[in-house]
């Protein structure tokens, strides 16, 4: 019988107990929604952890159990501490997948696996009623996270972020974002970090209802099962005879 991937969504929570229109779209929070998603696709299990718990839900046991962490963080990046950072970092060497959503681009966890800034040259800042239509063209079909979707969909209200986006040149891209105003964007990017499996995904803004969009959601279940770590996750150092004679 094969083992459920375990899953952990992380989520600052912050904005979901501060502004009452993120409240109403996500009233359990973000990651609760996510999570919800995900235990309802067999073969998954996911919890919950969040800034303000001990050690930001991430203990040393806890994450050596996790096969997939997703993150979600935007205003409260810096109060993640470096030693959960490195703890993650970690991880994701020996086999754990990362998913890093929206504004996690900026995340410790994320600019420290990838090494760069990860900062982008155009944004237009999203207003709390106002956003822009995004079209996701998906430009590798073959792919396991693109399975199930059309050539692209559309999300009616999200923010924009455009090119250049300073990330290291990904492994594989899977999703390019065009906005309403023109900008384009890479928004699904895969990185393999020693044994682990790493993807950010654009969309999310903490106003708009992307969480509920039936796209995001199969895209998220999709990461999920390409980031899983294989049988040969855990890294082992083992004393063994050499393979050819030695003189």
């Not at 979707?149 to 990904?170: K, S, V």
């Amino acid at each position: 019988m094969s083992r459920d991937i375990k899953v952990v969504v992380w989520n600052e929570f912050r904005h979901e107990k501060r502004n009452d229109p993120v409240r109403k779209l996500y009233p359990d929070g973000m990651h609760a929604l996510i999570a919800l998603h995900l235990n309802g696709d067999s073969g998954i299990h996911a919890e919950l952890a969040s800034l303000d718990e001990p050690e930001h839900g991430l203990s040393e046991s806890r994450l050596a159990d996790t096969g997939v962490l997703i993150w979600w963080g935007h205003i409260a990046h810096n109060e993640v501490a470096d030693e959960i950072v490195s703890r993650v970092q970690r991880r994701v060497n020996q086999g754990m997948g990362f998913i890093a959503l929206h504004s996690a681009h900026a995340s410790k966890p994320f600019r420290r696996l990838m090494g760069t800034g990860c900062g982008f040259d155009r944004h237009r800042m999203f207003g709390e009623l106002i956003g822009e239509r995004e079209r996701l063209w998906v430009v590798m079909p073959s792919h396991p996270i693109a399975a199930g979707l059309a050539r692209h969909f559309e999300l009616e209200h999200e923010e924009m972020f455009g090119e250049f986006y300073d990330i290291p040149a990904p492994d594989e891209l899977v999703f390019i974002s065009w906005f309403q105003g023109g900008e384009v964007f890479r928004s699904g990017c895969c990185f393999t970090r020693g044994r682990g499996r790493v993807f950010y995904f654009r969309p999310g803004h903490e106003f708009c209802p992307t969480f509920h969009d039936p796209n995001v959601l199969r895209v998220i279940s999709n990461a999920v099962r390409w980031a899983a770590p294989g049988s040969d996750a855990v890294e082992h150092v083992h004393e063994e005879g050499p393979l050819e004679p030695l003189s």
